[in-house]
């Protein structure tokens, strides 16, 4: 290869990564402007959503807005899928098929944050009974992010080629919105995706920035209730009874033993009691006494293993305290709940981040740590597909507020707590921003 050939190929080897660093910032620049303009529209959407939250299994409202939010963008729209769930396609061409998915339910917890938007809604739940309703865990926030990648992907057709499908989720809080969806036939009905993508707001993250991790993210989540009985009576005379209050004690303890004791430290796990009710009065021995137990974990061994010492706990302390094999514990892990542990896959989580890095710099991505919440996003790459997904952070809270966190140690309010309330604006902006980068990447033209 002579000089001469050399310099001609760097020269045109320069001109178009020069041609590609120009067009991108054309891209981002395009996509500010956008968004600047369609921001006021994306707020009203956030508010109303925020003061009108509804409960898992009972989103129609909320599923009615964002289908009509969907239509007006251009897309394909089926209601009423899997339940309240909702699918939204664009066909542009050839190329990757790609999903967004966000969740669409509230919390049933009392609003305390004093905004002007707060939530006052109070309903009756599928149980009969009334309860305040409030957007505590930010889903508002992802069904805005959502709607507003929506509407730039429709306007933008012509910077990508592929098809992007649009998932509004029932009943993540409950974690059964994702597998009603896929049992409906979610990747037969629809174009099969090649990659899945969601985002979840932050309690801790700053807003303007996001952050990821490659692996597991988010734990396998178990429910599990325990009824202890024994055999009641007259507090003045225990030695007639079986304290199942007693029993009940013993369990709680020994129950922890299941994590210090048998699970290897490298292995996270975590075994919480989260209510316990029995008795009646003060004198009163009662017959039984209910717990409710959340287990987490992350690999299938743990979580198995997790649950097995949970029985041999709760048989062994009952034989202990001499209750017959007719009152044994009864023990009910309710596997229609069970959430699957959230594994970002590597390769698609690094290429989320390069596009994340690219649009937003790198001060602005972070690599959060695994934490021990649940999200039953994780069932979208669970099924025989095997489908790629990736779930990531976006910031949520006012700088200002967790630079004071961080100095006077004071926490912050966590997600489902019911002072917990979004910066708004730069949180949106920061997540159509970075879910909008993403898109734009994985349905690049070729």
Not at 243 to 258: G, K
Not at 298 to 305: F, L
Request: proline share 6%; charged share 20%; aromatic share 6%.
């Amino acid at each position: 290869m002579t000089a001469n050939h050399m310099k001609n190929i760097l020269g045109i080897l320069t001109l178009t990564l020069a041609g590609s660093l120009v067009a991108a910032d054309h891209a981002k620049s395009l996509v500010a402007q956008k968004l600047a303009a369609d921001y006021p529209a994306l707020d009203a959407l956030y508010k109303h959503l925020h003061a009108h939250p509804e409960l898992s299994l009972m989103e129609e409202q909320t599923a009615a807005r964002l289908a009509a939010e969907l239509r007006a963008a251009g897309y394909e729209v089926t209601e009423k899928f899997g339940g309240t769930g909702i699918v939204g396609v664009l066909q542009n061409g050839p190329g990757p098929v790609v999903y967004f998915r966000t969740d669409l339910d509230g919390l049933p917890v009392a609003e305390e944050t004093g905004l002007l938007y707060a939530s006052t809604t109070r309903v009756t739940n599928l149980a009969g009974q009334e309860v305040p309703v409030m957007q505590a865990c930010g889903h508002d926030i992802h069904m805005t992010v959502f709607t507003g990648t929506a509407r730039m992907l429709a306007a933008l057709k012509d910077r990508w080629s592929g098809t992007a499908v649009f998932i509004g989720q029932p009943a993540e809080e409950i974690g059964v919105g994702a597998r009603a969806m896929l049992t409906a036939g979610l990747y037969r009905k629809f174009p099969a995706p090649d990659y899945v993508l969601a985002v979840h707001d932050s309690a801790t993250l700053p807003a303007g920035t996001v952050g990821l991790l490659e692996g597991f993210v988010m734990a396998n989540v178990d429910s599990v209730d325990i009824t202890v009985r024994g055999r009641g009576g007259h507090g003045a005379y225990p030695n007639t009874t079986i304290d199942p209050i007693v029993l009940a004690a013993r369990i709680v303890t020994t129950l922890q033993t299941i994590v210090s004791r048998e699970t290897r430290p490298v292995d996270p796990a975590v075994v919480t009691v989260g209510s316990i009710h029995g008795g009646t009065k003060h004198n009163i021995i009662p017959n039984e006494v209910k717990l409710q137990l959340t287990l987490r974990s992350y690999s299938d061994s743990v979580r198995q293993h997790t649950i097995a010492a949970l029985r041999r706990i709760c048989r062994g302390e009952a034989l202990a305290a001499g209750v017959p094999d007719e009152l044994m514990p009864v023990i009910s892990i309710k596997e229609d709940e069970f959430t699957p542990a959230t594994y970002n896959d590597p390769a698609l989580t690094r290429r989320v981040r390069g596009a994340l890095v690219s649009w937003l710099g790198a001060e602005n991505v972070t690599t959060i740590d695994p934490e021990m919440g649940g999200e039953d996003f994780s069932q979208f790459g669970r099924t025989t597909e095997k489908v790629p997904i990736c779930l990531f952070r976006v910031g949520a809270v006012d700088p200002a507020k967790v630079a004071e966190s961080r100095r006077t140690g004071v926490p912050l309010p966590s997600l489902h707590s019911s002072k917990f309330a979004p910066l708004p604006e730069p949180t949106i902006k920061t997540g159509v921003t970075a879910l909008t980068a993403a898109a734009l990447d994985l349905l690049a033209k070729k």
